[in-house]
T-cell receptor, first 114, second 115 residues
Framework: DAGITQSPRHKVTETGTPVTLRCHQT?????MYWYRQDPGHGLRLIHYSYGVKDTDKGEVSDGYSVSRSKTEDFLLTLESATSSQTSVYFCASRGTGFSGNTIYFGEGSWLTVV | AQSVSQHNHHVILSEAASLELGCNYSYGGTVNLFWYVQYPGQHLQLLLK??????LVKGIKGFEAEFIKSKFSFNLRKPSVQWSDTAEYFC?????????????FGGGTRLMVKP
C-alpha cells in the first residue's frame, strides 16, 4: 500500500462549525482524491486534484472545498458542517504511468456532526 | 457518465461455499476495472485489477474476476470462501477518457461467511 495518512482519524463536531481533514502521501503521486462512504452508496467522489493547485469537483462536492498547496498534502474543508456530512471520509492517491492506474486509499476519517 | 452496479447488497455463505459477486458498468469505451475489499473497520485494499490482456484476472487470497466486454461485466469469484473473507467488496471502474483518472464505485456487497 502507498504511504497515505489521514488526520484526524476520528472527530465529533457541532453543526455549523468548520472542519478540515488532512491527507498526506509520501509517494509523490500526482492525483489525489477525497471520497465519502455511506451505507448503500459505496464511495462517492467529493473532489479530486490532478496537481498542485489543480482541483476539480466530484459527484458530491456541495458543502466541501479542497486545497492542494503541496504535492503531498490534500485538504478537505467542510465550510459549515451539517448532520448530512456525518460519514467516513477516505483520501486516495495514484501516480502516473502504467502503475499509476491503481488508486491507493488512506485509513479513513470518521466524522460525526451533532 | 460512467456508473457501476453491484446487484447483491448482502450475501451470506457458509464456509467452503463458492462465491460470485456481480458487477456491471455502463461505459462503452476502454475501461480499467478493479475489485477492492474492506474488512470491518479498515480501509479499502486492492484485490485485483484488469487493464488489458487475459480477461480472467487472478488476485490475492484466491480471488479471481472475469471481464466480459460484451456483457459490460466484471464478476468476482472465489471457489471456496473462508470465515476471514467476511468483508465488504467494491467494484470500481476507471473510464479511458477520464481526465482526472478517478474511479467510480459500485454500492458495495457485504459478504458474511458463517463458520
Amino acid at each position: 500500500d502507498a504511504g497515505i495518512t489521514q488526520s484526524p482519524r476520528h472527530k465529533v463536531t457541532e453543526t455549523g462549525t468548520p472542519v478540515t481533514l488532512r491527507c498526506h502521501q509520501t509517494e509523490n503521486h500526482r492525483y489525489m482524491y477525497w471520497y465519502r462512504q455511506d451505507p448503500g452508496h459505496g464511495l462517492r467522489l467529493i473532489h479530486y486534484s490532478y496537481g498542485v493547485k489543480d482541483t476539480d469537483k466530484g459527484e458530491v462536492s456541495d458543502g466541501y472545498s479542497v486545497s492542494r498547496s503541496k504535492t503531498e498534502d490534500f485538504l478537505l474543508t467542510l465550510e459549515s458542517a451539517t448532520s448530512s456530512q456525518t460519514s467516513v471520509y477516505f483520501c486516495a492517491s495514484r501516480g502516473t504511468g502504467f502503475s499509476g492506474n491503481t488508486i491507493y486509499f488512506g485509513e479513513g476519517s470518521w466524522l460525526t456532526v451533532v | 457518465a460512467q456508473s457501476v452496479s453491484q446487484h447483491n447488497h448482502h450475501v451470506i455463505l457458509s464456509e467452503a461455499a463458492s462465491l460470485e459477486l456481480g458487477c456491471n458498468y455502463s461505459y462503452g469505451g476502454t475501461v480499467n476495472l478493479f475489485w477492492y475489499v474492506q474488512y470491518p473497520g479498515q480501509h479499502l485494499q486492492l484485490l485485483l485489477k484488469y487493464f488489458s490482456g487475459d480477461p480472467l484476472v487472478k488476485g490475492i487470497k484466491g480471488f479471481e474476476a472475469e471481464f466480459i466486454k460484451s456483457k459490460f461485466s466484471f464478476n468476482l469469484r472465489k471457489p471456496s470462501v473462508q470465515w476471514s473473507d467476511t468483508a465488504e467488496y467494491f467494484c470500481a471502474v476507471n473510464a479511458g477518457n477520464n481526465a482526472g483518472n478517478m474511479l467510480t464505485f459500485g454500492g458495495g456487497t457485504r459478504l458474511m461467511v458463517k463458520p
